[in-house]
């Protein structure tokens, strides 16, 4: 399984972006779809999962601003953030909970300036 992220880049705080994790696999036979992200000097933290139903879990932090939908025609995650602050600054990694393992995608950048 391969998962491209991409999406990331400079934003101001209060603004949004909105990054993609596209699959090589289709995303119906995957269990779980996450976001996780690491700020320098910090350890990788769960961000949101979505599940192959559609249930969805969002860390504390980013409840009511961040988004996690898929679309399994496009066999894509996606991470809607809204309201971003300065310390969502992060690497954004994508990962995918599949029957042969788990796997993860190389990150992508945010940068929130204040």
């Known amino acids: 399984v391969q998962l491209q992220a991409s999406g990331g880049g400079l934003v101001q705080a209060g603004g949004s972006l909105r990054l993609s994790c596209a699959a090589s696999?289709?995303?119906?036979?995957?269990?779980?779809m996450g976001w996780y992200r690491q700020a320098p000097g910090k350890q990788r933290e769960l961000v949101a999962t979505i599940t192959s139903g559609g249930y969805t879990v969002q860390a504390d932090s980013v409840k009511g601003r961040f988004t996690i939908s898929r679309d399994n025609a496009e066999n894509t995650v996606y991470l809607q953030m809204n309201s971003l602050k300065s310390e969502d600054t992060a690497v954004y990694y994508c990962?995918?909970?599949?029957?042969?393992?788990?796997?993860w995608g190389k990150g992508t950048l945010v940068t929130v300036s204040s």
């Open positions: 990962k995918a909970d599949y029957v042969l393992g788990n796997y």
């Open positions: 696999v289709s995303i119906r036979s995957i269990a779980i």
